[in-house]
């Protein structure tokens, strides 16, 4: 039975990772920085390894790298543990994967590309990131590759587009789709950035992809998403509509700075090499999304 670390299990992705693991056979060991109690999870932070040196024990033989600071947000007002933690914290990660031998996949992001990328292709794109996040998860992939290059670590970096989860936790920091369906569900006005499109990808199909990524002996850089993209005004609507809500819940506004207006991978590694492709379409998507929020709300779930 193979044995795999997931390192930020806890999070929107992680943790149905982790279920996607067990269930295809795989021991799983869980961390995260999260103080909880329960049989097969450690507590641990990535920038202390000493935390981590138990879990390293055990002798994994994949480590799926997840923890980071994320968000332009976050990594702009809090810079230095945002640098701390997307580089030194991946450092000491490589560092214990070379000495106990595990393959690593690390979790990057799309944001490493950059405004000037369109289309957004990992083969020939010369990524230029406008945030402190992208710059971060940029660097951190080229710390990934000085290892695998000199001392022939096995690893893979992950570029994720737009994952989206129906059990994904609500708040004002998580991805459109939840953010759009709780507070429309719940009657609340949205804001929607004008002229920005996005690729969603279902996280049933993001972590099949990730599993994938495990078997490749190869150093690469993969874009994992959906090959369709949409406007976020588009998505708005869809989510309206399912949900039943009134259209002046939605307003208008200009994007941010720091923001990629438009997001357009190309997938064909995802394709060719991982052998994925996405099952869950938008539509279906959307309607999960929506039919989970509004059982979560009735429960009480939010408010």
């Given at each position: ?37 329960r049989p097969g999870y450690l ?9 981590l040196l138990p879990a390293f ?12 600071i994320v968000s332009r947000v ?230």
């Amino acid at each position: 039975m193979p044995k795999a670390l997931v390192i930020g299990s806890e999070g929107n992705v992680g943790t149905p990772l982790v279920r996607h693991l067990q269930a295809g056979g795989y021991e799983v060991l869980e961390s995260d920085i999260r103080p909880l109690a329960r049989p097969g999870y450690l507590i641990a932070d990535i920038n202390q390894p000493m935390d981590l040196l138990p879990a390293f024990d055990w002798g994994p033989d994949v480590v799926f790298m997840l923890s980071a600071i994320v968000s332009r947000v976050a990594c702009e007002q809090a810079s230095g543990l945002a640098i701390a933690t997307n580089l030194a914290g991946i450092n000491n990660v490589l560092q214990l994967c070379k000495r106990t031998g595990a393959r690593l996949v690390f979790f990057s992001s799309s944001e490493v590309y950059g405004p000037g990328c369109d289309p957004m292709d990992e083969a020939v794109s010369d990524p230029k990131p406008n945030n402190r996040y992208g710059l971060s998860k940029f660097l951190g992939e080229q710390l990934v590759e000085y290892e695998t290059r000199t001392y022939g670590l096995k690893a893979v970096s992950i570029r994720p587009f737009m994952i989206y989860d129906e059990n994904e936790e609500f708040g004002s920091r998580r991805s459109a789709m939840i953010r759009f369906s709780s507070e429309l569900a719940m009657g609340r006005s949205i804001q929607v950035h004008s002229g920005s499109a996005r690729s969603w990808l279902h996280v049933s199909d993001a972590v099949r992809a990730m599993e994938a990524a495990a078997h490749i002996d190869e150093y690469m850089v993969i874009n994992i998403g959906h090959p369709g993209i949409l406007p976020i005004e588009e998505l708005a609507e869809q989510i309206r509509v399912e949900l039943g809500a009134p259209g002046s819940l939605i307003e208008y506004l200009p994007q941010p700075d720091g923001m990629t207006p438009i997001k357009r991978p190309i997938l064909n590694r995802q394709r060719d090499v991982l052998g994925i492709s996405p099952i869950v379409s938008l539509e279906e998507g959307v309607q999960r999304v929506c039919k989970k929020v509004q059982e979560r709300i009735a429960a009480g779930g939010l408010k």
